[in-house]
């Protein structure tokens, strides 16, 4: 009993001295209800592992750390196999064989894990076995949160496998510990300190990726520094990859195709010269070298300014299959961007597809075109790229963007799980029916190549990682849905509001309703109806789709997307403008080509469109504008009412801090609405509905708006 209530004393200091700052993200390891404490007690006594792997010894540590946090009981790791112990088993060992699963577990995805009861000799274990190390630590992981989220009994029984083999976080950091496009502080990546200083929130990263599967990353920013490849920088980098090796995070870099010239002092970095080549596979040999288990390169090539082999007169197949080339030998990928668009073509939306689905079948297996899943950038809303059903003998990669640069950043409310499970299911019949986005790319349909998900991370210094505290949930389901792009983006959200928050469903409800309603929210108070990229210049944050900057690339600018007249709006990428549907498989292009049979949510991305067309509900498009907008702000009002109901369930610290966000969500989206309406207003000369609510202020002060210091870091 003593110990017991000194127990409770510490678990509450330590709270107040570390407050809820979210630093904890979903792997917060409180004190269970007493019934179910009982139930962990009862069937969790030991742990058996093999500690000299260093990725069970984590799944030790982490399963440990887990029951004295649920229970209060150190459940201690026992060197015998003994009646009610957690029993991990890695394929191929000779405890394996004793358990009769190496059959079963030579079948598997390397990652996958089984989780079972069994029962030998009338002792009953409950075994977590995968073919690998790090596949046992993902079952620890599993049965933590079943723990978490009321799934745990003694009769638990999993088997799971990874849809994507790489699954992997992009950071856009620079060395000088900035981040493009990134709304939590500062990079975490402390490189003047490494490699010497270790900071421990390295370890933690790595132990948050393990929890949901993320088993890659790039630390360093597409638009990359060449510096990151040397010698200094590589050890450097050798340090992070040390400390992420056991929670089976493997390293990536991003490199800059000029790096042969900048690092090297060649004259060329010409992808068909042998000096060329010979720089690569000597940098590649020395990574290997330092980092065995490196994973491979990701390249932004000829796109916005940064080198390419388009720069010396070759293709970007010359350039991606020559680094395939110095990393094959190693087993290492290329994950080849094809985020390229050129100033005067006439539709960037058609860019991507133009120039790389005529190389199809001349990339190398190792090679990966990682392309964005909208043609366009990351917008709240796109149909997805046409690229995904264009490339058929290539591995093609989806990237997302979890960093929220088009969806409100860091101060905005929204779950870009349904973003992510949108694009994924989208059916592009590429080979037919059920040929959706996700098995175009996930190594179903196109057997034998690359089979990757990456994401561009919204990680940084900030105590809760993210920003806002719900910007967790994007990390969260980004690895969740690399993981088993099936799952249902509201279980998702379910299991991420009862690991940060409760299980109360007076909470979890409400909660859970407020995300799956808000990517629809921000789309509506934004751009609804297929309208893209009316940023303001350079923050990509508030609305400018007046913006005009003499001498600025026309694709930089928002006219070019919405291409407003008195008349209508939308642009034309039917037959009879861009022809951009034509790059889609049939029977799309043609339901596209229509007006008719357009989805509305596309409307205006594909056609332009009347003021006074007759939308579904029977209103003219202008009126519907009009209601949708305003749809978008009343939402965001009710989520601050449902978050100001939250608050007996929340502790201080973590409701406030979302609360302020909501004010300003509301703000911005206040804002969006009347800019968007009274701007659009100029040439549609059609009243604003009665019923509505009246805008705030006018044009002029909207357009005297610039934020020209709206960085976050
Ligand atoms: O969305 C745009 C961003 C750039 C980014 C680029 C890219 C890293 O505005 O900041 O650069 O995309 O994806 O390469």
């Known amino acids: 009993m003593m110990r017991k209530s000194f127990f409770l004393v510490l678990m509450v200091l330590s709270l107040i001295v570390r407050g809820e700052d979210g630093s904890r993200l979903w792997l917060r390891y409180d004190p269970l209800s007493a019934e179910k404490a009982a139930e962990v007690d009862q069937n969790i006594l030991h742990i058996h592992a093999d500690m000299t792997k260093p990725s069970l010894a984590a799944g030790v540590e982490e399963l440990q750390k887990a029951i004295s946090g649920f229970t209060g009981r150190v459940v201690p790791h026992s060197t015998r196999l003994q009646h009610r112990s957690v029993v991990m088993v890695v394929g191929g060992s000779r405890l394996a064989g004793r358990l009769g699963l190496n059959a079963e577990l030579q079948a598997m995805h390397r990652d996958g894990f089984i989780i079972r009861p069994m029962v030998r000799n009338r002792q009953s274990y ?17 049965l933590i949160r079943s723990i978490k989220i009321d799934e745990f009994s003694s009769e638990l029984t999993v088997k799971s496998e990874p849809k994507f083999d790489v699954r992997i976080l992009n950071h856009w950091d620079n060395l000088n510990g900035t981040v493009e496009r990134g709304y939590a502080g500062r990079s975490i990546w402390l490189w003047n300190e490494l490699p010497g200083i270790l900071s421990p929130r390295y370890k933690k990263y790595a132990r948050a990726n393990a929890s949901v599967g993320i088993n890659a990353m790039t630390p360093n920013n597409v638009n990359a520094d060449p510096l990151i490849l040397s010698r200094e920088y590589l050890y450097k980098v050798q340090a992070l990859a040390n400390v992420f090796r056991p929670y089976g995070v493997r390293m990536y870099l991003s490199i800059n195709f000029a790096s042969p010239m900048v690092l090297g002092g060649l004259p060329t970095a010409d992808p068909l010269a042998p000096a060329v080549r010979q720089w690569w596979i000597d ?55 094809a985020f390229v668009y050129e100033p005067d073509g006439i539709d960037r939306a058609k860019e991507a597809y133009l120039e790389f689905v005529p190389y199809d079948g001349q990339y190398h297996p190792n090679v990966t075109i ?26 093609v990669t989806v990237e997302v963007q979890i960093t929220q640069e088009y969806t409100g950043w860091s101060d905005h409310l929204v779950y870009l799980g349904l973003q992510n499970a949108e694009m994924l299911k989208s059916e592009t019949y590429a080979f037919g029916p059920g040929s959706t986005v996700a098995r175009m790319t996930d190594g179903s349909l196109i057997p034998g190549r690359v089979s990757a998900f990456a994401g561009v991370a919204n990680i940084g210094q900030d105590a809760n990682w993210t920003g806002h505290h719900f910007g967790q949930a994007n990390w969260y389901a980004f690895g969740r849905q690399g993981w088993d792009h099936t ?49 303001a210049w350079d923050h990509h944050y508030g609305p400018e789709p007046w913006c005009y900057v003499p001498g600025a690339r026309p694709d930089w600018l928002p006219r070019y997307y919405h291409q407003a007249t008195k008349e209508g709006i939308g642009f034309n990428r039917t037959r009879t403008g861009s022809g951009a549907v034509d790059q889609y498989e049939q029977p799309l292009a043609d339901k596209f080509n229509n007006l008719e049979t357009t989805p509305e949510i596309f409307l205006l991305w594909f056609h332009h469109v009347p003021w006074d067309h007759k939308m579904n509900s029977g209103k003219t498009l202008w009126d519907e504008m009009a209601h949708i907008y305003q749809r978008g702000v009343d939402s965001v009002r009710s989520f601050q009412k449902t978050w100001d109901r939250m608050e007996p369930f929340v502790d201080a610290e973590r409701f406030r801090h979302v609360q302020s966000r909501l004010r300003t969500q509301i703000r911005s989206a206040v804002w969006w609405r009347d800019a968007v309406m009274l701007y659009f207003q100029t040439y549609s000369r059609m009243p604003i509905p009665l019923h509505l609510e009246r805008p705030i202020n006018d044009l002029e002060y909207y357009k005297q708006i610039k934020l020209p210091y709206l960085h976050h870091n």
């Open 126 to 142: 409950l075994v977590i076995a995968s073919p690998t190390q790090v596949g046992v630590l993902y079952g620890v992981f599993h």
């Open 283 to 337: 940098k590649v040999n020395e990574i290997y070298q330092m980092i065995p288990d490196f994973g491979g390169f990701l390249v932004k090539a000829n796109s916005e300014g940064q080198p390419g082999p388009l720069d010396f007169g070759r293709t970007h197949v010359d350039g991606a299959n020559m680094i395939a080339e110095a990393l094959k030998p190693h087993g290492g990928i290329v994950m080849w961007r």
């Open 370 to 395: 990682q392309a964005k899943s909208g043609p366009v950038d990351f917008q709240p809303r796109e149909p997805f790229s046409p690229i995904f059903n264009g490339l058929r003998k290539t591995g």
């Open 487 to 535: 799952l249902c983006p509201e279980k998702i959200a379910d299991e991420w509001i009862r690991q940060t928050f409760t299980s109360d469903p007076a909470f979890r409800e409400p909660v859970r309703e407020m995300m799956m309603s808000s990517l629809e929210t921000v789309i509506d108070y934004m751009m609804p109806l297929g309208l893209h990229h009316i940023f």
